[in-house]
């Protein structure tokens, strides 16, 4: 390799020092390494996949405001319950057949007994991650008893939070 460089302008270069190659491993120590590298891997997505299944498993509950004291709910209103676009209400609406009343212009308007339906089907989908005919075959086959374990989550969940608020008072 020579010292020097002489560029088309007349400029001499001096090359910086490369460094050597590394030596090979033997196989054995390259599928150890690979091996050690992938556990650390592995283990920072487990640590990630974690944090991330700790934030959706927070269930969701309704407001405590909400008591469907209405008869009827408009789609916005629903949707606003849930934080998801109407659309959503929409597709889950016609996916589920759900019989909605409907106004002479067309909007949609859902009784409190069908937003509990929704908010089954929203548990499933969101929440617990099945598929829209995942969620259809579970509704099914179990239709009463989710809506109702749901509803009575939902409720265990009110009181201890109430029985959190009175102990913390009392302290």
Same mark, same amino acid.
């Given at each position: 390799?020579?010292?020097?460089?002489?560029?088309?302008?007349?400029?001499?270069?001096?090359?910086?020092? &490369?460094?050597?190659?590394?030596?090979?491993?033997?196989?054995?120590?390259? $599928?150890?390494? !690979?091996?050690?590298?992938?556990?650390?891997?592995?283990?920072? &997505?487990?640590? %990630?996949?974690? $944090?991330?299944? %700790?934030?959706?498993?927070?269930?969701? $509950?309704?407001?405590?405001?909400?008591?469907?004291?209405?008869?009827?709910?408009?789609?916005?209103?629903?949707?606003?319950?849930?934080?998801?676009?109407?659309?959503?209400?929409?597709?889950?609406?016609?996916?589920?057949?759900?019989?909605?009343?409907?106004?002479? !212009?067309?909007?949609?308007?859902?009784?409190?007994?069908?937003?509990?339906?929704?908010?089954?089907?929203?548990?499933?989908?969101?929440?617990?991650?099945?598929?829209?005919?995942? %969620?259809?075959?579970?509704?099914?086959?179990?239709? !009463?008893?989710? &809506?109702?374990?749901?509803?009575?989550?939902?409720?265990?969940?009110?009181?201890?939070?109430?029985?959190?608020?009175?102990?913390?008072?009392?302290?």
């Amino acid at each position: 390799m020579s010292e020097h460089i002489v560029t088309l302008f007349g400029e001499v270069i001096k090359p910086e020092p &490369v460094a050597p190659l590394p030596k090979p491993r033997s196989k054995k120590k390259q $599928d150890e390494s !690979k091996t050690e590298e992938i556990a650390e891997t592995a283990a920072e &997505v487990d640590a %990630a996949t974690k $944090d991330t299944v %700790a934030e959706e498993k927070k269930e969701f $509950d309704l407001p405590e405001e909400w008591e469907g004291d209405k008869k009827y709910y408009s789609i916005g209103e629903v949707s606003d319950l849930f934080k998801v676009k109407t659309s959503h209400i929409r597709f889950w609406t016609n996916e589920f057949k759900l019989k909605v009343r409907t106004t002479r !212009k067309g909007d949609r308007l859902y009784t409190p007994e069908q937003i509990r339906e929704i908010k089954a089907i929203y548990h499933l989908v969101k929440e617990r991650g099945f598929t829209i005919s995942g %969620a259809k075959a579970k509704l099914k086959a179990e239709n !009463k008893r989710d &809506v109702e374990t749901i509803d009575l989550n939902q409720s265990l969940t009110e009181l201890r939070n109430k029985l959190i608020a009175i102990r913390n008072q009392l302290v």
